[in-house]
């Protein structure tokens, strides 16, 4: 099992790694399909009627639940209309929206397509495809006849999977297909690897991650790798120098006021040394307040929980005076750690709930932190256990499915049971009763038995006790 650094840490837009950045690049796939598909029609000659296309999107399960939330309306249209996220940094996403919304055609190389949002786009409320809970299925019609369908899912965190792909059996299917000199599928056998090759944690992720380099002498390929794990941190400082420099009130129509600019200009005139709990909380605060706003945030392991590593890590450079190289290894471990749960869990709200999601933003940063601190590999694997056994059992029920109650604060808390957590297992020799493997697997258990209404659907929990005043 091999999750490359930079596709667990996507620099993307907010406010969800499954409902807008996956929804998005789903559309971008099906509009390439459709492309090629007409490519091939507009060569095969003549023809004796004009053809009227139309295309018509159906959002199923979690989706269709909390889509509106979380802008997955508006990145389908952005992903039709044929942008990549990566050129959508700059953007402001609510005035792109304005702009292409009152298009009424899809303007492909040969042909234009009839695509209206509020006509085509279908919140499908019923029973969710038994594949996954966020299904989108694409059509594509040619005088009102399909001529190509596909059926995505999002699976959290910005990875998309088509139907062929999350119905085959071998995941590895989908995994690079490199021999990797460390391929570890559970902490168990990583710790072993790790015991018998005397590298740490973050070495052997290195160790994979130059393997699935293509080109290039070892020396290049740890350029690039490098330069990548700079891009992430440099991305994550971005979002919370952003935040903490932000006012206002947060798209979504529920009025939650910025807090994060006003909490750090009281730590910084504070006359006496704030507790890193009032730091940690108020970094991960800016960056999900970014998030929410739609700007761009990096996955760490999703948008939602996009606050927990960057605040541990903004916290430990700018406060600790962490080195670059501490920073590398925090990612790098951090990584190796998200691989594994997300390997044999999830980390998607929709299928596991908020333990997926912040809960594993937490052990992956308690991880990073940890070993970036020195800690053994044992010492890592515990405190990432910590943190995510204190995480078991979080149900996601964002309140008019916007990712803004809980999910800001609920970032800040993950945040600090992150840090606590590497602290604890600094302090300890690495020894403990419950292992990361079998914490992972409670989760995914706890996932399974966890009601439908608690999973990023906004049927249940706070989204339901809430009463607007
Ligand atoms: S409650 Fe947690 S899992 Fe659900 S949307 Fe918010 S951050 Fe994501």
């Known amino acids: 099992m091999f999750i490359a650094t930079q596709d667990l840490f996507k620099i993307g837009i907010g406010p969800s790694s499954s409902h807008t950045m996956g929804p998005l690049i789903a559309a971008l796939n099906f509009r390439q399909l459709c492309e090629k598909e007409t490519a091939v029609s507009a060569t095969q000659g003549a023809v ?28 389908i249209l952005i992903g039709l209309h044929g942008y990549k996220i990566s050129a959508l940094m700059n953007h402001d996403l609510s005035a792109l929206f304005a702009d292409l919304e009152p298009k009424k055609v899809l303007a492909f190389p040969n042909i234009e397509v009839h695509f209206k949002l509020a006509e085509h786009l279908v919140f499908d409320k019923g029973p969710p495809l038994p594949q996954h809970p966020n299904g989108l299925r694409f059509r594509l019609l040619k005088n009102e006849e399909v001529i190509l369908e596909e059926c995505y899912f999002s ?78 941190s440099s991305a994550m400082f971005d979002s919370v120098d952003r935040g903490i420099g932000a006012k206002g009130i947060l798209p979504g129509g529920m009025n939650v006021e910025r807090r ?26 800016a960056v999900n307040e ?29 406060h600790q005076g962490a080195a670059p190289a501490a920073i590398e290894t925090f990612l790098l471990t951090a990584a190796a750690i998200g691989g594994l749960i997300k390997h044999n869990s999830s980390i998607s709200g929709a ?4 333990q997926g999601e912040v809960g594993s933003a937490a052990a992956m940063a308690a991880s990073g932190l ?22 078991l059992g979080m149900t996601c029920d964002p ?43 409670a989760m995914r258990q706890t996932g399974v038995e966890m009601s439908r209404n608690l999973k990023e659907t906004s049927l249940g929990g706070l989204a339901q006790t809430w009463i607007e005043c």
Not at 179 to 202: E, H, N, R
Not at 370 to 390: R, S, W
């Open 48 to 75: 004796d009627q004009p053809c009227i296309y139309r295309l018509q999107v159906i959002l199923k399960g979690s989706l269709a639940h909390t889509g509106k939330g979380h802008s997955t309306d508006k990145a």
């Open 155 to 232: 699976i959290g965190g910005g990875f998309v999977l088509t139907e062929a792909q999350i119905e085959s059996d071998d995941l590895q299917v989908l995994m690079p297909k490199h021999p990797f000199p460390f391929p570890f599928d559970t902490a168990a056998d990583m710790l072993a690897m790790a015991a018998s090759s005397g590298l740490s944690i973050a070495q052997m992720k290195i160790e994979n991650e130059l393997m699935n380099i293509e080109v290039g002498s070892f020396d290049a390929k740890r350029v690039e790798l490098k330069n990548t794990i700079a891009r992430i």
């Open 260 to 285: 994060a600019k006003a909490l750090h200009d009281k730590l910084r005139a504070a006359s006496v040394e704030r507790l890193n709990i009032d730091w940690l909380s108020v970094y991960a605060i």
């Open 290 to 318: 970014e998030n929410a706003a739609g700007h761009m945030v990096v996955t760490a392991p999703t948008n939602g929980a996009a606050g927990v590593i960057p605040a541990v890590l903004y916290y430990y450079v700018k």
């Open 351 to 354: 299928e596991v709930g908020c």
């Open 370 to 391: 940890c070993a970036a601190k020195g800690g053994t590999p044992e010492q890592v694997e515990n405190a990432a256990e910590i943190a995510l056994e204190h995480h």
């Open 399 to 441: 309140v008019r499915g916007l990712v803004q109650v809980p999910c800001i604060e609920r970032n800040a808390f993950g945040a600090v049971k992150a840090y606590s957590a590497a602290s604890l297992a600094l302090m300890g020799s690495g020894k403990h009763i419950m292992s990361l493997d079998a914490c992972v697997e």
